[in-house]
């Protein structure tokens, strides 16, 4: 067995500072001259909010790619292998799996139902009003949890960048990359972000295949023996065991089913990819695009693991957890251990341009789903012009912009992949057992609808907030604090089940019925595409 390496010194990471921000500054440099070529055609409101619909299967697989793999999957979740073994590879797993229900259950069906949102699909065949007002607030919580590990994902990078461990320091970080993402969405609207989210993707799969093969040679691409490295570095054998962060105790062990659950559902409820939806041009290209995206994806959380247990090998977990960003600096420390300076600053643009292309597509989805299912469908009742409409979402990106450089201020310093991983139980809570019941049960009612929504938002929020995610222990947000009444940290094995409960109570307690000629349409369209094309080209 090959012996272990020298921990990397995280200070000689300060001598790299210029070398680094250069890169960063000719990555946005780059992306933001594409984000200006592509407004130019920004005419419409189906422009600005679905690319115009001009995207292939193949190129919209790749920006649903980007758009996925986060900084969670790719600073969280190698940083979750690295620290606690098999455990942490349960993200990787979940957040792949989780593809499937997406592709069987709702892909294409909401292409051909919806235009812009997902409220389109909901209301469809429901009450208009209450819920498009239910789907807008569901969609911006969601956009706004998922915003929260972007941020606190981009304190962490830049943090272990620049040797900054102070606050303000952090804070101004995240500032500027909330500036940054606001002029994107503004300026590029969806196709400016699709092609940002294209580059990345591919940026981010060659990245992480160099450092991949690069891990693997250096221990004679023998898994086993990187395995045996990352056992005698940490000295602990248990970090190829299940059971290290999740089966100490039954209550972990709840936690766990719970983060699954969460992971599983999530997906297939996210606003930001259920948006991407829209950008393709048929139902065939949709399906075609998440087939595409999965293979991408699949290969991606295959490097997950060998970067993982190569930074518990190479660099060492107490390194990791001791230098700036904490757990999330594993794979940009593993990339100086293994290139020095150079392969640090580009996997670190990558990273970087990762965390932009992310709240970039999060930020226009929540301004599309406020623009378009609050002000032109609630407030203005239909009437509102396409012009007026994308300028309400444009001023919506700033406010949503703002709210997330404030909250990831507040939440850096959290693991992203935990933090996207509650997203994804809000998302499975407050959206997915209505498109599921909208999708497939005829007598749902609007009743049924918003208490699903409503109660399955609030489930979940209540419950995050009396965690120990908030409250009452050493990661947490408020650390001095101690009103963590609900012992789990993932919500949704309560918030989910109790959503399709509320769904089914809601409509069965329901004494109107919903238009039974409207939902023969819904049924036949989401099934064949029958009139889809003509409703989503107005």
Known sequence: MINVLAAVDVAALKDTTLL???????????????????SRNNKTAADYYAAGR????????TAIAGDYLSAASFLGITGAIAINGYDGFMYSIGFLVAWLVALLLVAELLRNTGKFTMADVLS??????????????????????????????AGSLISLLLGISDW?????????????????????????????????A????????????????????????????????ANNPAVLN?????????????????????????????????????????????????????????????FTLVLGYGAAALVGADTIKTAPGGVNAAAPLLAFHLG?????????????????AVVAGLTITAAASFAHDIYANVIAKGKADADTEVRVARRTVVVIGILAILGG???????????????????????????????????FTTQGAVWSMYGGLGAAIVLIIFSPVVSGGATSMIKDAHFALFPLSNPGIVSIPLAFLLGWLGTVLDKKREDTAKQAEMEVRSLTGVGAEKAVNH
């Open 20 to 38: 680094n921000m250069g890169i960063f500054g000719l990555f946005v440099a780059v992306t933001m001259v594409i984000v200006f070529r592509a």
């Open 54 to 61: 001009s995207f292939t299967g193949s190129q919209n697989g």
């Open 124 to 153: 469809f065949r429901l009450r208009q009003r209450p819920v498009r007002i239910a789907a807008a607030i569901s969609t911006l919580a969601v956009c706004f949890f998922y915003l929260l590990a972007q941020m606190a994902g």
């Open 168 to 200: 303000g320091g952090q804070a101004l970080v995240i500032i500027v990359v909330g500036a940054l993402m606001i002029m994107y969405v503004l300026i590029g609207g969806m196709k400016g972000t699709t092609w940002v989210q294209i580059i990345k």
């Open 202 to 233: 591919i940026l981010l799969i060659a990245g992480a295949a160099v450092m991949t093969f690069w891990v693997l040679a250096i221990y004679g691409f023998n898994l086993s023996a990187l395995l045996g490295g990352a056992v005698e570095t």
């Open 242 to 302: 299940p059971g290290l962060q999740y089966g100490k105790t039954e209550t972990s062990k709840l936690d766990f089913m719970s983060l699954g659950l969460a992971l599983v559902l999530g997906t297939a409820a996210l606003p930001h990819v259920l948006m991407r939806f829209y950008t393709v041009p048929t139902a065939k290209e949709a399906r075609k695009s998440v087939v595409w995206s999965i293979w991408l994806i699949g290969l991606f959380y295959l």
């Open 340 to 356: 020095g300076p150079l392969l640090l600053g580009f996997i670190s643009a990558v990273a970087f341009a990762t965390i932009l």
């Open 409 to 443: 201020i507040l939440a850096n310093g959290q693991n992203v992949a935990f933090l996207v991983a509650l997203a994804f139980a809000v998302a499975a809570s407050a959206n997915l057992p209505t498109i599921i019941y909208s999708l497939f049960w005829r007598r």
